[in-house]
Antibody, heavy 122, light 111 residues
Framework: QVHLQESGPTVVKPSETLSLTCSVSGGPMNRDYWNWVRQSPGKGLEWIGRVYWTGRTNFNPSLKNRVSLSIDRSASQFSLRLNAVTSADTAVYYCVRDRGCSATTCSGMDVWGQGTTVAVSS | QSVLTQPPSVSGAPGQRVTISCTGTTSNIGGYDVHWYQQLPGRAPTLLIYGNGNRPSGVPDRFSGSKSGTSASLVISGLQAEDEGDYYC????????????FGGGTKVTVL
């Protein structure tokens, strides 16, 4: 049973960089997509981006210029960096696994971390 | 606003059937699978339906999903009090560089 756990600061100052790490336990990080999804207070889910096990990345176009993702399979972790944060980046941040698609169907985001709340405040 | 359109809310009495729609375009639902997530109050989302109509192990069979053209639907048959929460559809969008996209979410209220 794969388990994901987010870690990082709970408060980040405006204009600084938000850095979060997701630790993966219970299984390897091979052949899967590792995502970040966030949820602003009282709002819906927003996909931030994903990193494939090979290191290839995809990003939400609205955040692309400020986001970087990385993966360290040897440490069973993947990470998010979001630059130049503002109050609009205050949210619960989730790390999420997506197993991708087979020839017939796609798996969806099947494992979610519990989420970590990050507030942007001076 | 969200790329995928869902009704903000639906409600029903216990035992009733409710349907949540998810409307997209040819660049997302029309070409990709749709997945559904349930988010109970104060909890992280969980995968409810994957690949348009498949249930992960442990999901009750009162939840079902389908897709037709550029729309998808989630049906809860036999609504229960513990189903109250938010439900989100998700797909991918080629016009956004193969980005994952979510619907705005639908709040299900059990009367």
């Amino acid at each position: 049973q794969v388990h994901l756990q987010e870690s990082g600061p709970t408060v980040v100052k405006p204009s600084e960089t938000l850095s979060l790490t997701c630790s993966v336990s219970g299984g390897p990080m091979n052949r899967d997509y590792w995502n970040w999804v966030r949820q602003s207070p009282g709002k819906g889910l927003e996909w931030i981006g994903r990193v494939y096990w090979t290191g290839r990345t995809n990003f939400n176009p609205s955040l692309k210029n400020r986001v970087s993702l990385s993966i360290d399979r040897s440490a069973s972790q993947f990470s998010l960096r979001l630059n130049a944060v503002t109050s609009a980046d205050t949210a619960v941040y989730y790390c999420v696994r997506d197993r991708g698609c087979s020839a017939t169907t796609c798996s969806g985001m099947d494992v979610w971390g519990q989420g970590t709340t990050v507030a942007v405040s001076s | 606003q969200s790329v995928l359109t869902q009704p903000p809310s639906v409600s029903g009495a216990p035992g009733q059937r409710v349907t949540i729609s998810c409307t997209g375009t040819t660049s997302n639902i029309g070409g990709y699978d749709v997945h559904w997530y349930q988010q109970l109050p104060g909890r992280a989302p969980t995968l409810l339906i994957y690949g348009n109509g498949n249930r992960p192990s442990g999901v009750p069979d009162r939840f079902s999903g389908s897709k037709s053209g550029t729309s998808a639907s989630l049906v809860i048959s036999g609504l229960q009090a513990e189903d109250e929460g938010d439900y989100y559809c998700q797909s991918f969008d080629t016009s956004l560089g193969d980005s994952a996209v979510f619907g705005g979410g639908t709040k299900v209220t059990v009367l």
